[in-house]
């Protein structure tokens, strides 16, 4: 997709996950789409053969990696996207509400090779309306609000801003909400009945 304005400059290897299903082909088995995935981030085939037997462990999904991955659950899916994001090196991982997908077996472990990634100096950029995972994964915290900055600086900070944000949301709804009946029961009048 092209921006809709502004740039984005970046040196080296980007790896993402955006979403169930981006650069994945459903009707391909787990390999097939390992192969693929990583064809599309610039690895070749003799690569990607090396890093298999990673790739496998960490997805830890078994023969399924040989089945369609129409076949598979959203959980199995993302084992399988992250391992091999993950696998490739990418000195920028970007991902997108994609850790609340699975177990927390799982999850924990994503969150450690995340933590890992930090410490190899590779860029995180993070997507989360996770408040938890926001506190244990970031150094910085942005807040989007209608497609605006809200909010830059410690996580902790921008977690409270987020906080008000929401509180103002439901507040504004309730108030609609209370309006809405208020308007209906005077339309109805005092026996229940349309008073039109």
């Not at 994609?98 to 860029?123: N, P, W, Y």
């Not at 942005?142 to 008000?164: C, F, H, S, T, W």
Request: charged content about 20%; glycine content about 8%.
């Amino acid at each position: 997709l092209e921006p809709a304005l502004g740039r984005v400059w970046h040196e080296g290897r980007i790896a993402a996950l955006l979403e169930l299903g981006a650069g994945f082909n459903p009707e391909f088995t787990g390999l097939e789409d390992v192969f693929m995935n990583s064809s599309l981030m610039g690895i070749s085939k003799a690569e990607t053969e090396r890093l298999l037997p990673q790739i496998e462990s960490f997805a830890e999904i078994g023969e399924f990696i040989r089945q369609p991955l129409k076949t598979y659950s959203s959980g199995m899916y993302i084992r399988l996207a992250f391992a091999t994001a993950i696998a490739t090196s990418p000195q920028i991982l970007i991902v997108d509400e994609a850790l609340s997908v699975g177990d927390a077996v799982f999850q924990h472990r994503c969150t450690r090779r995340i933590k890992e990634m930090q410490q190899a100096r590779t860029t995180i950029l993070f997507v989360s309306h996770d408040p938890g995972a926001v506190r244990a994964l970031c150094s910085r915290a942005i807040l989007l609000n209608g497609g605006r900055m809200e909010a830059d600086g410690p996580p902790a900070d921008v977690l409270d801003r987020y906080q008000k944000v929401i509180m103002a949301q439901e507040a504004a709804y309730a108030e609609a909400q209370l309006a809405m009946a208020s308007a209906t029961n005077s339309m109805l009048g005092p026996s229940g009945t349309d008073s039109r």
